[in-house]
């Protein structure tokens, strides 16, 4: 036996759960059953929710039981006290279903108290596809014994979940308990229907329903079952053909229809039940698309953490290597791969709840790994960057010492050759759907590999220019002695002079062979009597 209270969270048999407690509590644990108990939370939308209402002692627990093979406690027909206290869940056996149980009405325990009998309605039709009502045949017609009291509490708070358009339809099947059959049961459906409609015409509308008719919001299904004891094996038998109705989508009397369905998915039904009973309990206003709303704000986020962290854990293994410097290969394939996984494991879950707000929150968390990613982005390209300016600079250097390399040649062909590398590893890095711009960080790599040419330019020059001056010393230095040792004549300045002028133009022409289409596009040389200046212009 379970039970009656929230110091139980669940039953012993483990299969059931006291989901709100006769102190109207509601039971957190539902998520966990809903996940380790009855492996419910991974279904989707494939699963149902079903409802029984009922006068106290009329059988509900029994008829869930034999229908469900769920294990809901019973009466003890000595003692003829109420058994169901509060509401109770349990899922079916060999068919994704939640099996609602609820505190049967006009319970001598509760008295005159209505407002857990009109909390229990509300948050039933909010949340079930199918509200079993289930009755005596010889009380129909009459107001309390026929649940006319329960039915006229279910089509009015139907109302106030309807102050938005929105809601799902909901099916309501009619068991007709002790059905003996001197009555047709067409006749009785046919009382009921009639007692429905008068009650529902009888209730106060909001405006945007006043012409509305009951059939908009409502399903109608009736069916008769003999008394347990006395017929025992023709209940067993009927029993066992309603049992079809909820079990084989090919039945004709199948229960199930697609628009009763509260397009909730079964890892989101723990928080929306909880939010509707919430509502309910605080006598707040019961605004079923809201709800679903609220809902799928809240899971799709709860959903798209649980993918970053797991996204999150994949990239953070590359981030020490890029702060070490490391050039990492393939590193934008490997980051988008885990990106798109985790859009993939978002979608799985998140597809199922409102569309607008799945998208929504999908562009949301794209943006939050494009944020994270950015960094890796960034350490990857200035890294590449770095490489290529000190690979640069000790090849070119290398290169230009060698003089069968022409200077300008050589300086283009390793500048174009060093921007195509670095524009490869940008382009590897860039992740489609991403605003990350390279702009700036080519034109950086342009400026150093320009300052890196020019000073090797500079230097080179400066040391052609040296060996040049230093050789064109020793000549003019030489001619002069020899002029001073020979025979002195009056021409000897003019003489001195031409042979000076013939010196600097050869050693000039070193310097243009030497220097010309390498260092220099050009020069110019101020001859003074024993000062050569040479003023280069460098590229």
Excluded at 6 to 13: A, F, K, N, V
Excluded at 266 to 281: L, R, T
């Amino acid at each position: 036996m379970r039970e009656d209270s929230m110091s139980s969270i669940y039953s012993y048999d483990e299969l059931q759960l006291q989901l709100i407690d006769d102190n109207k509590e509601f039971n957190t644990d539902l998520s966990r059953f809903m996940k380790e108990k009855w492996n419910l939370a991974n279904r989707g939308f494939d699963y149902n929710v079903v409802a029984v209402f009922g006068s106290q002692s009329t059988g509900k627990s029994t008829l869930l039981n034999r229908l469900f093979h769920t294990n809901f406690s019973v009466m003890d027909e000595q003692s003829r006290q109420q058994t169901t206290k509060g509401i109770w869940l349990s899922e079916a056996r060999e068919r994704p279903m939640l099996i609602m149980d609820v505190e049967g009405t006009d319970g001598r325990e509760r008295g005159e108290e209505q407002d857990f009998e009109r909390k229990s309605a509300l948050f039933s039709l909010a949340i079930s596809e199918v509200l079993i009502i289930n009755m005596w045949e010889n009380m129909v017609g009459l107001y309390q014994g026929s649940n006319m009291a329960l039915l006229k509490t279910v089509l009015d708070v139907n109302l106030q979940l309807f102050q938005n358009k929105g809601a799902a339809r909901t099916l309501l099947l009619f068991v007709i308990r002790d059905f003996v059959g001197n009555t047709p049961l067409t006749n009785l459906q046919k009382t009921i229907e009639d007692d429905l409609h008068k009650i529902w015409n009888e209730l106060s509308k909001p405006e945007n329903l006043e012409k509305s008719e009951i059939e908009d919001f409502f399903d109608f299904m009736f069916i008769g079952l003999p008394h347990k004891v006395f017929k025992n094996e023709q209940f067993e038998h009927d029993v066992k053909l309603l049992k079809n109705r909820f079990y084989y989508k090919d039945d004709p009397n199948y229960v199930f229809k697609p628009d009763y369905h509260r397009k909730i998915p079964a890892d989101g039904f723990p928080q929306y039940a909880q939010s509707i009973w919430d509502k309910v309990i605080n006598n707040k206003d019961l605004d079923i698309p809201t709800q679903q709303h609220l809902l799928a704000q809240y899971r799709c986020e709860e959903i798209a953490k649980e993918a970053y962290d797991v996204f999150l854990n994949k990239v953070i293994p590359f981030k020490a290597k890029l702060e070490d410097g490391e050039v990492i290969e393939n590193l934008g394939h490997d980051l988008l791969e885990f990106r798109d996984t985790a859009i993939k494991n978002y979608s799985v879950e998140g597809c199922r709840y409102r569309q607008d707000i799945y998208e929504k929150k999908k562009e949301d968390f794209l943006e939050q790994m494009n944020n994270t990613l950015y960094s890796y982005y960034i350490s990857q390209v200035t890294n590449a960057q770095n490489s290529i300016i000190e690979d640069f600079k000790k090849k070119f250097n290398d290169k230009v010492i060698d003089d069968n390399n022409n200077f300008q040649n050589t300086f283009e062909d390793m500048y174009n050759n060093s921007l195509k590398e670095f524009q490869n590893v940008v382009d590897e890095i860039t992740l489609p759907k991403t605003n990350w711009n390279s702009n700036d960080l080519i034109k950086k790599l342009k400026e150093e590999l320009n300052v890196i040419g020019n000073n090797i330019r500079k230097k080179k020059v400066n040391e052609i220019r040296f060996s040049i001056n230093k050789i064109l010393r020793k000549e003019v230095i030489a001619c002069v002695r020899a002029s001073l040792n020979e025979n002195i004549t009056e021409n000897l300045w003019e003489d001195l002079f031409d042979k000076y002028s013939v010196i600097i133009e050869q050693n000039i022409n070193k310097f243009i062979n030497r220097s010309s289409g390498k260092f220099i596009k050009s020069f110019i040389v101020q001859k003074n009597i024993n000062i050569v200046f040479i003023t280069l212009y460098i590229i």
